[in-house]
């Protein structure tokens, strides 16, 4: 699979699992309820999704122009650090204001997430390269 299809396909599984792990997570860690964090959670996917159509692009602009092909773990991480350390710059003010907490506080709410999503990327990227195929950019 690859293209545009390759991409709507990645985003919404993506973003689907990373709502209901998000809403458990911040219900956790702000100690407000699932209703109140899922919102949160629904709002940050559609920030999480722009982010990750334009991080995808830029990633894969610069994946085609290196000698190496393929994906290895340093590119894996290289890819997932981008992808969640651009989140962290937009999600750490909406974090504290929907839940009126301080910036620290949310982005100690933020790290939170930060370490499961890191997790999360890896396998995800890796098991969705494993069942759909390397993009033509990795090829």
Known sequence: MQGPMRRVVYVALYEAIAIIAATAGLSALSGQGAAHSGVVAAVSSVIAIVWN???????????????????????????????????????????????KVSLWEALVMDIGLLLFFLVYTFVFNWSFDRIFGLPQSAQ
């Open 53 to 99: 159509v334009v991080w995808n692009h830029l990633f894969e602009r610069w994946e085609a122009r290196q000698a190496t092909r393929g994906r290895g773990m340093g590119r894996r991480i290289a890819h997932a650090l981008g992808m969640e350390g651009g989140l962290v710059f937009m999600l750490v003010p909406l974090f504290a204001w929907w839940f």
